[in-house]
């Protein structure tokens, strides 16, 4: 049995049992179930749990958003992760970083650049930086789209942008382009 599937049958017990002995869930325990229907990919589950925290009184807070965001694009439905990760920065609410990666790199490999650049942007603007694949992801992809000046120019912009970004990363993701724009 898949262990996102132990834990989704876990955290149904317990809310079972909260009902049943009349306990109000709070925040945690919904971001919990939240969670759970996420990693197993019933992101309907998911979402509908969400729609009702407001129920219990409770507000969604960032790592709702994230389970959310991370689900809907694990099962690639992109569109919706991106308009509640929209949500979520609309309500001022900072996404995780593996959040950030995975939304850009979804958009990347559904050949959605344009947003997957604007989320990479707000990353950055969050004080986060990317990793090697998330950048490459977006960069070779705009290559690969015959968009190469944009991606060099897009790498130095970056570059300028992430304090973080190590020389070695920045050669390798240079490296990379020089490649990908010769196929």
């Not at 919990?32 to 979402?47: F, G, N, R, S």
């Not at 990760?85 to 995975?102: A, D, F, H, Q, W």
Request: hydrophobic residues 40%; positive net charge; charged residues 25%.
């Amino acid at each position: 049995m898949n262990v996102c599937y132990v834990y989704l049958h876990a955290v149904k017990s317990l809310t079972k049992q909260m009902k049943a002995s009349g306990v109000i869930p709070d925040t945690f325990v919904l971001n919990m179930i939240i969670k759970a229907y996420a990693k197993c990919l019933e992101v309907d589950e998911a979402v509908r749990v969400f729609r009702e925290m407001g129920l219990y009184g409770c507000e969604a807070n960032a790592y709702s958003y994230s389970y959310l965001v991370k689900g809907l694009c694990g099962k690639g439905r992109n569109g919706q992760g991106l308009g509640f990760y929209k949500e979520m920065k609309g309500k001022g609410l900072v996404p995780s970083g593996s959040t950030y990666m995975i939304l850009i790199c979804s958009l990347g490999m559904e050949r959605r650049f344009e947003e997957a650049i604007g989320v990479v942007f707000d990353m950055l603007g969050d004080s986060m930086s990317p990793d090697l694949l998330t950048y490459r992801t977006v960069l070779e992809g705009l290559c690969r789209e015959g968009m190469v000046d944009k991606a060099f120019e897009l790498l130095e912009e970056w570059r300028k942008k992430d304090g973080f970004m190590s020389e070695k990363n920045y050669k390798s993701l240079l490296n990379g382009l020089h490649f990908v724009s010769r196929q």
